[in-house]
C-alpha cells in the first residue's frame, strides 16, 4: 500500500491516509480522515465525543513533494454535545490548519519563508499562488506594530529617519532597540519625525521598560533631541559622533571650496590644474594619503594656509574622538578646541561651534561607553533595500511587518511542521 510512506511524509499529526490521486497537472490529491474521537465544544469549552456526522470535505494545499503540488482532502468531523441545551454541535479542527484557511500551517509558514528578503508578488508567482492569499497569511501571523509583554528589557535605543519618496521629504522614522545580545529588535515605524509624534510614541512605552532605557542614540535633529529630554532626561542622549563628523568636515569643506574658486581667480591655469583632485585628498585622514597625493595636498596648503589650519583644526578633534578620554575630559578638551578655534579668526567652523556648545552633553555622553548610531544606519540600509525591492513602499503597517520578517522571520517561521502554533 502507498498510504503508509505518505503519512510518514505528510508530518501531520492525527491523520490516517486513506486514498492517494496523481493528477494530470503532475500533483498529489492526498484524502486523509482524522484520527480523533472528540472535540471541544465551542459553547461550553468541555470535551465531547458523541459522534455525529462529516462535514462539507475541504481542501488544503501542502508543503511539496518532489516538485509536485500537494493537495490534503478532509471531511472534519462533527460531534454532538450532550451538555448544552439543545445539544449543538461542533465540527473538529485539527493543529495542522486554521479555519477558513486553504492551506495548511505548514504550507503557511513555507510561504512566510519565502517572502523573507523577497517580494509578494515574486513568490506569488513562484508558488503559484494568490497575491492577496499571501498577503492575508503576512496579516495572519506578523504584528502590525510591537507586543511589549515579549520584551523585559530595551537597553540601548536608536531612532533615525529615512525618506519614504525621494525628493519629495516625505520622513518616516525608525526606532529601534539593540539588545544586550547584539540583536536588533523594531519598536516603531513612526508617520514623521515631528517632537510631537516621537514624545507620544515614547510615552507608550510601559514604565517598566522604560526604565530599563540606558541610552538612546541619535543624530543632531532637534524633535529628536529635545523629545528623549523630555521623556527619559538629558544624559540618556547619545549624539551619533560620525553624524558630529559630518558637520565639522563639512565646514572644512566648505573652506576648501570658497579657497579653490579664489585661486581659480588669482591662479594661472596651469597651476591651478595641478590642484586638481585634491579635494579627495583633503577629505581624507593623514594616514589614508600616499606620500605623492601629500606633496599635491602640501601644495594646496602654500597656496591656501587657511586650508592647512582647518584640516588640522578638523583632525584634532577626530583625535580627541578616538582618545579613551572619560566624559569629563571629553568635554575639557572639545572646550579647549573650541577656543582654539576661535582664536584663530577661521570662520569656516562658526556655524558648528554654535550645534557643538548647544549639544556639548549628549555629544559627550558618547565617551561613556563609546555608543554610535551604527547599528541604527545599518537597519536603515535593510529597510532602503526593502523599498527598492518592493519598488515603493508606503503603509506603515505593511512596513513594520516586511521588517519584522525579514529580521526574525526565519527564527519565526523556520519550523516543520506548523503544528507547533
Same mark, same amino acid.
Given at each position: 500500500?502507498?498510504?503508509?510512506?505518505?503519512?510518514?511524509?505528510l508530518?501531520?499529526?492525527?491523520?490516517?491516509?486513506?486514498?492517494?490521486?496523481?493528477?494530470?497537472?503532475?500533483?498529489?490529491?492526498? #484524502?486523509?480522515?482524522?484520527?480523533?474521537?472528540h472535540?471541544?465544544?465551542?459553547?461550553?469549552? *468541555? +470535551?465531547?465525543?458523541?459522534?455525529?456526522?462529516?462535514d462539507?470535505?475541504?481542501m488544503?494545499?501542502?508543503?511539496?513533494?518532489?516538485? $509536485? %503540488?500537494?493537495?490534503?482532502?478532509?471531511?472534519?468531523? +462533527?460531534?454532538?454535545?450532550?451538555?448544552? $441545551?439543545?445539544?449543538?454541535?461542533?465540527?473538529?479542527?485539527?493543529?495542522?490548519?486554521?479555519?477558513?484557511s486553504?492551506?495548511?500551517?505548514?504550507y503557511?509558514?513555507?510561504?512566510?519563508?519565502?517572502?523573507?528578503?523577497?517580494? /509578494?508578488? =515574486?513568490?506569488?508567482?513562484?508558488?503559484s499562488?494568490?497575491?492577496?492569499?499571501?498577503?492575508?497569511?503576512?496579516?495572519?501571523?506578523?504584528?502590525?506594530?510591537?507586543?511589549?509583554?515579549?520584551?523585559?528589557?530595551?537597553?540601548?535605543?536608536g531612532? =533615525?529617519?529615512?525618506?519614504?519618496?525621494?525628493?519629495?521629504? $516625505?520622513?518616516?522614522?525608525?526606532?529601534? @532597540? *539593540?539588545?544586550?545580545?547584539?540583536?536588533?529588535?523594531?519598536?516603531? /515605524?513612526?508617520?514623521?519625525?515631528? %517632537?510631537?509624534?516621537?514624545?507620544?510614541?515614547?510615552?507608550?512605552?510601559?514604565? +517598566?521598560?522604560?526604565?530599563?532605557?540606558?541610552?538612546?542614540?541619535?543624530?543632531?535633529y532637534? @524633535?529628536?533631541?529635545?523629545a528623549?529630554?523630555?521623556?527619559?532626561? @538629558? =544624559?540618556?542622549?547619545?549624539?551619533?559622533?560620525?553624524?558630529?563628523?559630518?558637520?565639522?568636515?563639512?565646514?572644512?569643506?566648505s573652506l576648501r571650496?570658497a579657497e579653490?574658486v579664489?585661486?581659480?581667480?588669482? *591662479?594661472k591655469?596651469?597651476?591651478?590644474?595641478?590642484?586638481?583632485?585634491?579635494?579627495?585628498y583633503?577629505?581624507?585622514r593623514?594616514? =589614508?594619503i600616499?606620500?605623492?597625493?601629500?606633496?599635491?595636498?602640501e601644495?594646496?596648503?602654500?597656496?591656501?594656509?587657511?586650508?592647512?589650519?582647518?584640516?588640522?583644526f578638523?583632525?584634532?578633534?577626530? #583625535?580627541?574622538?578616538?582618545?579613551?578620554?572619560?566624559?569629563t575630559?571629553?568635554?575639557?578638551?572639545f572646550?579647549?578646541?573650541?577656543?582654539?578655534?576661535?582664536? $584663530?579668526?577661521?570662520?569656516c567652523?562658526?556655524?558648528?561651534?554654535q550645534l557643538?556648545r548647544q549639544?556639548?552633553?549628549?555629544?559627550?555622553?558618547?565617551f561613556?561607553?563609546?555608543?554610535?548610531s551604527g547599528?541604527?544606519e545599518?537597519f536603515?540600509?535593510?529597510?532602503? /533595500?526593502?523599498?527598492r +525591492?518592493?519598488?515603493?513602499?508606503?503603509?506603515?503597517?505593511?512596513?513594520?511587518?516586511?521588517?519584522?520578517?525579514?529580521?526574525?522571520?526565519?527564527?519565526?517561521?523556520?519550523?516543520?511542521?506548523?503544528?507547533?502554533?
Amino acid at each position: 500500500m502507498m498510504e503508509a510512506p505518505f503519512e510518514l511524509l505528510l508530518k501531520l499529526p492525527h491523520i490516517r491516509v486513506i486514498r492517494v490521486e496523481q493528477t494530470n497537472a503532475d500533483a498529489y490529491i492526498i #484524502t486523509v480522515e482524522s484520527t480523533l474521537q472528540h472535540t471541544t465544544c465551542h459553547t461550553c469549552k *468541555r +470535551r465531547i465525543a458523541t459522534f455525529y456526522r462529516l462535514d462539507d470535505g475541504i481542501m488544503l494545499q501542502h508543503l511539496p513533494m518532489c516538485g $509536485s %503540488k500537494v493537495f490534503i482532502r478532509l471531511q472534519p468531523k +462533527r460531534f454532538r454535545c450532550p451538555f448544552c $441545551s439543545g445539544s449543538p454541535t461542533t465540527t473538529q479542527e485539527l493543529p495542522w490548519y486554521r479555519p477558513r484557511s486553504q492551506f495548511t500551517k505548514a504550507y503557511e509558514d513555507y510561504l512566510l519563508m519565502q517572502c523573507i528578503n523577497s517580494t /509578494v508578488k =515574486d513568490v506569488s508567482i513562484k508558488e503559484s499562488v494568490g497575491y492577496d492569499a499571501i498577503e492575508g497569511i503576512i496579516e495572519q501571523y506578523v504584528q502590525t506594530k510591537i507586543d511589549w509583554s515579549a520584551h523585559k528589557t530595551l537597553d540601548i535605543l536608536g531612532i =533615525d529617519e529615512i525618506a519614504l519618496r525621494k525628493g519629495h521629504r $516625505s520622513y518616516i522614522v525608525i526606532i529601534t @532597540a *539593540r539588545m544586550r545580545d547584539g540583536t536588533i529588535r523594531l519598536l516603531a /515605524v513612526l508617520p514623521d519625525r515631528t %517632537k510631537a509624534t516621537v514624545v507620544t510614541f515614547f510615552q507608550s512605552i510601559p514604565y +517598566r521598560l522604560r526604565r530599563t532605557v540606558t541610552d538612546i542614540c541619535s543624530d543632531m535633529y532637534e @524633535a529628536y533631541l529635545t523629545a528623549i529630554e523630555e521623556i527619559f532626561g @538629558a =544624559d540618556i542622549s547619545v549624539i551619533d559622533r560620525f553624524h558630529v563628523a559630518q558637520h565639522y568636515y563639512d565646514a572644512a569643506d566648505s573652506l576648501r571650496k570658497a579657497e579653490m574658486v579664489r585661486l581659480k581667480r588669482v *591662479r594661472k591655469k596651469r597651476e591651478y590644474d595641478l590642484l586638481k583632485g585634491v579635494m579627495w585628498y583633503f577629505r581624507r585622514r593623514p594616514t =589614508d594619503i600616499t606620500p605623492e597625493e601629500q606633496e599635491i595636498l602640501e601644495c594646496l596648503f602654500s597656496a591656501a594656509p587657511s586650508l592647512r589650519q582647518a584640516y588640522a583644526f578638523r583632525e584634532s578633534l577626530t #583625535t580627541i574622538f578616538e582618545t579613551p578620554y572619560t566624559k569629563t575630559e571629553a568635554i575639557a578638551h572639545f572646550q579647549q578646541w573650541i577656543t582654539t578655534v576661535e582664536e $584663530s579668526g577661521l570662520t569656516c567652523f562658526d556655524g558648528f561651534l554654535q550645534l557643538m556648545r548647544q549639544h556639548m552633553n549628549g555629544i559627550a555622553n558618547y565617551f561613556r561607553d563609546r555608543l554610535t548610531s551604527g547599528f541604527v544606519e545599518g537597519f536603515n540600509n535593510r529597510i532602503k /533595500v526593502l523599498k527598492r +525591492r518592493c519598488y515603493g513602499i508606503f503603509n506603515l503597517k505593511h512596513i513594520f511587518q516586511r521588517i519584522t520578517l525579514d529580521l526574525g522571520g526565519y527564527a519565526a517561521f523556520g519550523r516543520h511542521p506548523a503544528t507547533t502554533k
